[in-house]
């Protein structure tokens, strides 16, 4: 079997003003990278009500399809927009999640990765902020915890930015082990190594600005692939954002595209030590469109060989 690729049109209609880093170019580059790749295409479904309703309340659901603007695009805060695709677009990243569990957990894939836009890690339970709407990597969880009746599940989350909103949402979940590496400080300003959760569910994994990835190497050995063999998830859901790359323009630290692919090969190799290589890998950050599309290519060709 091959790694399933997830992706839909719609996520190319979330269009954000001229000069916004979070741009229809970013999804366009990566999936012309990956067109070369021997790989599963699967069409994202739109996520049904009652996936959203998982992680996030009706009320906020509600709240967001009667900002939704008929024309241009309305601010949400200052960093985070909505336009008359921007709907359509989070529901179809959404599905993909919800989608790519039931694929890997079924058995009609190995692995997969979802090539989505808007990202999802900075939603909270009742805040869109940071770029993202909804709770993509959590309601994953949820999903695999829920419906298919998992026990254990882990998230691995490597965008440069603290997924406060999948923390957030899975902070009083005892079935699931969060394990964050962020720079710090930076945006949303959460992500401290005391932030543990309610369960000691969550393990943050701070990096100094201007850290490089043989730093982000030696604390994963150190405290994230212990405490993954530790825990013994069933699934690992891994929110992969590539702005931690050295050329990335919104953060400071010096990964290069190999390191992203040693962490994702560490990862399937614990995945096939744990989890019969159960893997579910969704989009995030990543700002600079070559580097964004070089390492997402690299992520995926190392979930390629894992399926192997």
């Avoid at 309305?74 to 960093?79: E, N, T």
């Avoid at 808007?118 to 709407?133: I, K, N, Q």
């Amino acid at each position: 079997m091959k790694t399933a690729v997830l992706t839909h049109a719609d996520c190319l209609n979330h269009v954000t003003p001229d000069g916004h880093p979070e741009q229809v170019a970013r999804l366009e580059h990566v999936l012309h990278a990956l067109e070369s790749l021997d790989v599963q295409r699967v069409t994202a479904p739109l996520a049904a009500d009652d996936d959203i309703l998982r992680v996030h309340p009706a009320s906020y659901l509600a709240g967001l399809r009667a900002a939704l603007p008929a024309k241009n695009a309305r601010a949400v805060d200052s960093d985070t927009w909505l336009s008359p695709g921007s709907l359509d677009a989070a529901f179809r990243g959404a599905g993909a999640a919800v989608r790519a569990v039931d694929m890997v957990l079924g058995g009609e894939a190995p692995n997969a990765f979802c090539a989505i836009r808007p990202p999802g890690h900075h939603a909270e339970r009742e805040t869109a902020m940071g770029f993202c709407f909804f709770g993509n990597a959590a309601l994953a969880v949820k999903h695999a915890l829920d419906h298919h009746g998992l026990s254990r599940v882990a998230v691995v989350d490597f965008d440069v930015h603290h997924g406060n909103g999948t923390q957030d949402l899975l902070w009083d979940e005892p079935r699931a082990l969060t394990i964050t590496s962020q720079q710090v400080p930076l945006f949303p300003g959460t992500g401290k190594a005391e932030e543990t959760g309610a369960y000691d569910n969550v393990l943050n994994i701070p990096l100094p600005p201007g850290s490089d990835g043989a730093h982000m190497r030696a604390e994963y050995e150190r405290l994230a692939f212990p405490r993954l063999r530790a825990f013994a998830p069933e699934l690992i859901v891994v929110s992969a954002g590539f702005d931690a790359h050295q050329d990335d323009p919104l953060a400071q630290l010096n990964w290069s595209t190999e390191d992203f692919a040693w962490l994702t090969r560490n990862i399937c190799d614990l995945a096939e030590e744990l989890c019969e290589g159960r893997v579910v890998s969704t989009m995030e950050g990543g700002y600079d469109l070559q580097a964004l599309a070089a390492s997402a290519k690299a992520h995926v060709e190392e979930l390629m060989k894992a399926a192997e």
